[in-house]
């Protein structure tokens, strides 16, 4: 982006914040939903699992849930961005000299940093809950790293949906099958665990290399291929779904 559209899309970001701020519950329901599921895990269904691995459970657990926030917690930018474009104050910022592209980019900044909250508020939890860590201060950026860039792709989904969406119920639900997602991954068993065909699709999705990935980061251990395989599915997502966000974003302006 140019300084003008960056100085333009710095602008509509801090527009966005100041509404979360004025509502911080969409952080706090955001984080709800994550946390009641590893209390559930820890206290209820974590007895009965066999990780196959002397560590916590909650250390297991966490990559997955933290996965999962992120996937909640995206579609409040569907909802914000389908309210503007439904408001008509999108129609008024393209009558105003500002970039085009900072209409968007302002969505999916704010969804990076009210996520990265809620992030941070589950860490808290799972800490209180007893996860325990010696990563070392690089893996924890690898680990922050990787947050960031399945937030970004998945917020670029999350455009796409506001975009195309026909009502407020429709804006947000295209979210349900991405929370679902690390269910059927190592996120909360092994996937030799699993019967043939569905292990077959959990070890060749994509959540469950990042879920590996960032569970080997936080126990201290090499990480193989598996962050290569993670990173690459990132990449990929986070790519084409920018690539037709753009291309809605283009359309329903015409």
């Excluded at 559209?5 to 970001?13: E, F, Q, R, S």
Aim: aromatic share 10%.
């Amino acid at each position: 982006m140019t300084a003008f559209a960056l100085t333009d899309t710095g602008t509509l970001t801090g527009r966005s914040l100041r509404h979360i701020l004025r509502s911080p519950d969409t952080i706090i329901t955001t984080a709800v939903t994550p946390v009641a599921l590893m209390l559930l895990f820890v206290f209820v269904l974590g007895g009965a699992i066999s990780t196959g691995s002397d560590e916590s459970y909650v250390n297991y657990l966490l990559p997955g849930i933290l996965l999962i926030t992120i996937a909640s917690g995206v579609a409040y930018t569907s909802y914000r961005l389908f309210l503007d474009l439904k408001g008509g104050i999108v129609e008024r910022f393209q009558s105003m000299p500002i970039a085009r592209s900072s209409v968007l980019w302002a969505h999916v900044l704010t969804s990076l940093a009210a996520n990265l909250v809620s992030v941070a508020i589950v860490i808290g939890v799972a800490l209180l809950l007893g996860f325990r860590t010696g990563a070392s201060p690089l893996a924890w950026l690898a680990v922050a790293g990787i947050l960031i860039l399945f937030t970004l792709a998945l917020t670029w989904v999350a455009v796409i949906a506001g975009l195309s969406a026909k009502s407020v119920d429709g804006a947000s639900a295209f979210s349900y099958p991405l929370i679902f997602l690390p269910f059927i991954s190592s996120a909360f068993v092994p996937t030799a665990t699993m019967p043939g065909p569905v292990a077959w699709f959990a070890e060749n999705q994509p959540v469950t290399s990042i879920v590996n990935t960032m569970r080997a980061l936080f126990a201290g251990q090499p990480v193989g291929a598996e962050i290569w395989v993670a990173l690459a599915w990132l990449a990929g997502i986070l790519a084409v779904a920018c690539g037709f966000a753009v291309l809605a974003y283009r359309r329903r302006l015409r």
